[in-house]
Each structure stands twice: as structure tokens, then as C-alpha cells.
T-cell receptor, first 111, second 110 residues
Framework: QKEVEQNSGPLSVPEGAIASLNCTYSDRGSQSFFWYRQYSGKSPELIMSIYSNGDKEDGRFTAQLNKASQYVSLLIRDSQPSDSATYLCAVKAGGSYIPTFGRGTSLIVHP | NAGVTQTPKFRILKIGQSMTLQCTQDMNHNYMYWYRQDPGMGLKLIYY???????DKGEVPNGYNVSRSTTEDFPLRLELAAPSQTSVYFC?????????FGPGTRLLVL
């Protein structure tokens, strides 16, 4: 059974701080890693993807991957109240059509 | 591009009724998926398709059926609705592993 684990939160951070969201996965054959943001009452939307060990930066977002530790994280710098949402981690094995989703971490950024 | 569209947005069903949730994508993606999401829970895969004419069961297929006669359309059929099928249903299509989600259908079975 492939598993993706996330702390459900809520993670509460003040505006302007760095929010750190974490995800662990069980399948060592995983090759593709995705972070989706889901606002309340809306559908998930992709914000980051990462495929190799190390960091990948896109604006205020940084995804970090450590395959040896089976760990992927998302850092949000200069957090804004508009970043308040649930963040879903998804992991996909090579050659698979189907990603495995975590349950998501709720992030609250308070002014 | 409209992306992935779903209809209806909201529906109330009585126990035992049937309905079809519509999903259409205009991105020419081969892979399409149906998920359900219950409050505080993650996405549960119901069915998926890797191309027209090919469908397969996901994690929670019982009580549902799908068809894929064209690349664009992937309807989800609920037969004999039960209260346990109250949920939000998302359709998605995929390219390069990245999934594009529709806006969702909120279903209430009473």
C-alpha cells in the first residue's frame, strides 16, 4: 500500500513568516512529486512539481526533495493571508498513471 | 481553453435515484480521473482512464460506473444513490504527471 503522510495541521504562521509544509512517502520507486493548493470550496491547483533531489524555487515557493529520506517539503517565504489554504502533497511512481495524494495540511496565515 | 469542466455544480438526490456527473476537457489529454473528497479527507480515486475506450477501477469504485467513448468526455454514473455517496466529486485530466482539476460537483444524497 503506497502511503503519503502529511500533518493535517492547522499550521498557523504570522504574515511575513516562512511556512514549512512536510510530506513523507512510502514507495521508494516514486519519481514525481507535486504540491497542490486547495482553497476552501475550490478544486486543487498545482503550484510546484519536483523530480530530482535538492531544491526547486519558483517565486516565494521552494520545493525540497530528499529521496533517501523519502521526504518532500514546501517552503513558502513571506507568507500572505492569501496563502491560507490546504496544501496537498502528491507522489507518483515512474511509469504509473496514478498519483497518491496525502490528506493535506491546512495553513493559516494571520495578519 | 476552458480546461476541465464539470456539470452540475450541485445536486441533491434521493436515496435510490441515479444520476450522471459530466466531465469534459479540451486539452486533448489521454489520462482522466474521477475523485471524491470527503470533509477533512484526501482525494479518493474512483475510476480512471488512459484513453478512449479504456477505463479501470480506482480505490473506491463500488456504486459507480464510467465510460470513455471520446478523448474529451469522461462521465461518472451513480446507480442507486446512497447517503455514503454524499461528497464532492472532482474530475481531472493529466499531462506529464500534472493533474488539472475541474471545479467539482457537490452531491448530497438524502
Amino acid at each position: 500500500q503506497k502511503e503519503v503522510e502529511q500533518n493535517s495541521g492547522p499550521l498557523s504562521v504570522p504574515e511575513g513568516a516562512i511556512a514549512s509544509l512536510n510530506c513523507t512517502y512510502s514507495d521508494r520507486g516514486s519519481q514525481s512529486f507535486f504540491w497542490y493548493r486547495q482553497y476552501s470550496g475550490k478544486s486543487p491547483e498545482l503550484i510546484m512539481s519536483i523530480y530530482s533531489n535538492g531544491d526547486k524555487e519558483d517565486g516565494r515557493f521552494t520545493a525540497q526533495l530528499n529521496k533517501a529520506s523519502q521526504y518532500v517539503s514546501l517552503l513558502i517565504r513571506d507568507s500572505q493571508p492569501s496563502d491560507s489554504a490546504t496544501y496537498l502533497c502528491a507522489v507518483k511512481a515512474g511509469g504509473s498513471y496514478i498519483p497518491t495524494f496525502g490528506r493535506g495540511t491546512s495553513l493559516i496565515v494571520h495578519p | 481553453n476552458a480546461g476541465v469542466t464539470q456539470t452540475p455544480k450541485f445536486r441533491i438526490l434521493k436515496i435510490g435515484q441515479s444520476m450522471t456527473l459530466q466531465c469534459t476537457q479540451d486539452m486533448n489529454h489521454n489520462y482522466m480521473y474521477w475523485y471524491r473528497q470527503d470533509p477533512g479527507m484526501g482525494l479518493k480515486l474512483i475510476y480512471y482512464s488512459v484513453g478512449a475506450g479504456i477505463t479501470d477501477k480506482g480505490e473506491v469504485p463500488n456504486g459507480y460506473n464510467v465510460s470513455r467513448s471520446t478523448t474529451e468526455d469522461f462521465p461518472l454514473r451513480l446507480e442507486l444513490a446512497a447517503p455514503s455517496q454524499t461528497s464532492v466529486y472532482f474530475c481531472a485530466s493529466s499531462y506529464g504527471g500534472h493533474q488539472y482539476f475541474g471545479p467539482g460537483t457537490r452531491l448530497l444524497v438524502l
